[in-house]
């Protein structure tokens, strides 16, 4: 689980972010919305970065992150054929329906996981429609693997490309059976749980701050739908049926 991985690409693909190409000694095998846990070798810094696995491009694993602080700031200087010290893939990633229709929702860098489900959804023979939103154009990422979904829509916040406003006003209804893959902002997903309350197969993947990443710190807990229930977002997510979560 745990492997030293050499950096191939660490560069600014659009405002503010970056795509990290990672190679280790031996494949490593995932689902999308696994993620990976990374060493920030900066003093102060005690805590891993969580990041999930965007898709892979042959032996490579490819994250796709967004500037926030200090960790991802360290993350966005190091150089190629610098090593990475990685824990993964960690938790449970979405799982893909055969044969039949998907609704993708990602807000921001929360697309990220969903690329490469898009791929995988395409190989079990499911049809993908693709809603995601920014901020504004210039932090549109990886707009040719947007465009690998059958049905894409784009919007903008600031109406800079495509349409503007929140993604989810631009979202029709969905047939209850239809699967919903989601990633985003806390609130964006508690929104879509909102909308779609009577969905059995709503998937949602919880990017919330995390500890030690693999359950041992009790530092990520969510609320089951029980009363006196609770999830570990690290080690039972961060893919959630929105059915097994409370998530106010
Ligand atoms: C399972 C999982 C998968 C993730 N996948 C990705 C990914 O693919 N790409 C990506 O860019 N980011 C992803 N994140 C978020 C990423 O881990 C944080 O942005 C990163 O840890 C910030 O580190 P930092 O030291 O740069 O920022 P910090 O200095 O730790 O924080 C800077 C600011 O960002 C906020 N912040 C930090 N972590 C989070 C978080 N997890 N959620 C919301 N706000 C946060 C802080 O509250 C603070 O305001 C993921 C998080 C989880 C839990
Ligand atoms: S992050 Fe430590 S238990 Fe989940």
Same mark, same amino acid.
């Given at each position: 689980?745990?492997?030293?991985?050499?950096?191939?690409?660490?560069?600014? /693909?659009?405002?503010?972010?970056?795509?990290?190409?990672?190679?280790?000694?031996?494949? /490593?095998?995932?689902?999308?919305?696994?993620?990976?846990?990374?060493?920030?070798?900066?003093?102060?810094?005690?805590?891993?970065?969580?990041?999930?696995?965007?898709?892979?491009?042959?032996? +490579?694993?490819?994250?796709?992150?967004?500037?926030?602080?200090?960790?991802?700031?360290?993350?966005?200087?190091?150089?190629?054929? +610098?090593?990475?010290? /990685?824990?993964?893939?960690?938790?449970?990633?979405?799982?893909?329906?055969?044969?039949?229709?998907? &609704?993708?929702? !990602? !807000?921001?860098? !929360?697309?990220?996981?969903?690329?490469?489900?898009?791929?995988?959804?395409?190989?079990?023979?499911?049809?993908?429609?693709?809603?995601?939103?920014?901020?504004?154009?210039?932090?549109?990422?990886?707009?040719?693997?947007?465009?690998?979904?059958?049905?894409?829509?784009?919007?903008?916040?600031?109406?800079?490309?495509?349409?503007?406003?929140?993604?989810?006003?631009?979202?029709?209804?969905?047939?209850?059976?239809?699967? /919903?893959?989601?990633?985003?902002?806390?609130?964006?997903?508690?929104?879509?749980?909102?909308?779609?309350?009577?969905?059995?197969?709503?998937?949602?993947?919880?990017?919330?701050?995390?500890?030690?990443?693999? !359950?041992?710190?009790?530092?990520?807990?969510?609320?089951?739908?029980?009363?006196?229930?609770?999830?570990?977002?690290?080690?039972?997510?961060? &893919?959630?049926?929105?059915?097994?979560?409370?998530?106010?």
């Amino acid at each position: 689980m745990k492997h030293t991985m050499r950096i191939c690409e660490n560069k600014e /693909i659009a405002a503010d972010i970056y795509r990290l190409s990672l190679e280790g000694n031996e494949k /490593i095998t995932y689902q999308p919305g696994q993620f990976i846990n990374i060493r920030i070798n900066e003093a102060g810094l005690f805590l891993r970065r969580p990041f999930s696995i965007s898709y892979h491009q042959g032996s +490579q694993l490819i994250i796709l992150y967004k500037l926030e602080g200090k960790g991802t700031d360290w993350l966005s200087k190091q150089a190629v054929n +610098q090593s990475l010290d /990685i824990l993964g893939p960690l938790g449970h990633g979405f799982k893909p329906i055969q044969n039949g229709q998907a &609704v993708l929702i !990602g !807000g921001g860098i !929360g697309i990220a996981p969903l690329l490469g489900l898009i791929e995988e959804l395409h190989r079990q023979n499911t049809t993908v429609h693709l809603y995601a939103g920014y901020q504004s154009q210039p932090m549109i990422y990886e707009s040719h693997r947007l465009e690998s979904a059958d049905q894409l829509t784009l919007e903008t916040m600031d109406g800079s490309t495509a349409n503007r406003g929140s993604i989810l006003s631009w979202l029709p209804d969905i047939d209850v059976n239809t699967a /919903i893959y989601s990633c985003g902002p806390r609130g964006f997903l508690r929104a879509l749980m909102d909308r779609f309350p009577d969905h059995h197969n709503l998937y949602v993947s919880l990017e919330e701050r995390m500890g030690c990443g693999v !359950g041992l710190c009790y530092g990520c807990t969510c609320h089951g739908r029980e009363a006196d229930e609770s999830r570990l977002i690290c080690t039972d997510g961060p &893919v959630f049926n929105a059915k097994e979560i409370n998530y106010d």
